[in-house]
T-cell receptor
Framework: NAGVMQNPRHLVRRRGQEARLRCSPM?????VYWYRQLPEEGLKFMVYLQKENIIDESGMPKERFSAEFPKEGPSILRIQQVVRGDSAAYFC??????????????FGPGTRLTVT | TQLLEQSPQFLSIQEGENLTVYCNSSSVFSSLQWYRQEPGEGPVLLVT?????EVKKLKRLTFQFGDARKDSSLHITAAQPGDTGLYLCAGAKLGATNKLIFGTGTLLAVQP
């Protein structure tokens, strides 16, 4: 009963490079969420996706950030031309198809991105 | 603007003591979750509360959702060193998508 998987766990990029973060949801889960935890700050919502659809991207920076959840394969959070301010822990969460008012989300171990 | 305020921010207690962590907001939430996060790991879901006034127990942990669904508390009885960690409340707002709004966090250290 594997949980949410993220890779890589640690990623180092130089300024201007691209970062690709991957997330495989729990088996049977069709909803994926990305959150960012900046140093000394709390977890902040970025984007919510279902298969092949972006449902809510209200927390995504307008530039350089994009996310997808293709029909096959993991969800990808992509950061182009990274800057030092992008250094953070990025967490993916997944949830099963909704029932009632419960919004339980299960988190992966995170990817720690360091931009040098 | 932080929608969910947790108190206290930090708590250091001795093994065996009781403690309560509070999660407060002026907004109404359709559900509220409590998570515990350890260094270098993702948050682990402890409980979900949905109904106003609901009380849930998980061994030595008792969770309560306020009657108006604006606040919640977590009470730990006879704390143990294994309870050490960052406790986070997170709410889903009425009428919004499934995104969670996280609280400011309470860092608990239980000394043996």
């Amino acid at each position: 009963n594997a949980g949410v998987m993220q890779n890589p766990r640690h990623l180092v990029r130089r300024r201007g490079q691209e970062a690709r973060l991957r997330c495989s949801p729990m088996k049977g889960h069709s909803h994926v969420y990305w959150y960012r935890q900046l140093p000394e700050e709390g977890l902040k919502f970025m984007v919510y996706l279902q298969k092949e659809n972006i449902i809510d991207e209200s927390g995504m920076p307008k530039e350089r950030f994009s996310a997808e959840f293709p029909k096959e394969g993991p969800s990808i959070l992509r950061i182009q031309q990274v800057v030092r301010g992008d250094s953070a822990a990025y967490f993916c969460a997944s949830s099963p198809p909704m029932s009632g008012l419960t919004y339980e989300q299960y988190f992966g171990p995170g990817t720690r991105l360091t931009v040098t | 603007t932080q929608l969910l305020e947790q108190s206290p921010q930090f708590l250091s207690i001795q093994e065996g003591e009781n403690l309560t962590v509070y999660c407060n907001s002026s907004s109404v939430f359709s559900s509220l979750q409590w998570y515990r996060q350890e260094p270098g790991e993702g948050p682990v879901l402890l409980v979900t509360v949905v109904t106003g006034g609901e009380v849930k127990k998980l061994k030595r942990l008792t969770f309560q959702f306020g009657d108006a669904r604006k606040d919640s508390s977590l009470h730990i009885t006879a704390a143990q060193p294994g309870d050490t960690g960052l406790y986070l409340c997170a709410g889903a707002k009425l009428g919004a998508t499934n995104k969670l709004i996280f609280g400011t966090g309470t860092l608990l250290a239980v000394q043996p």
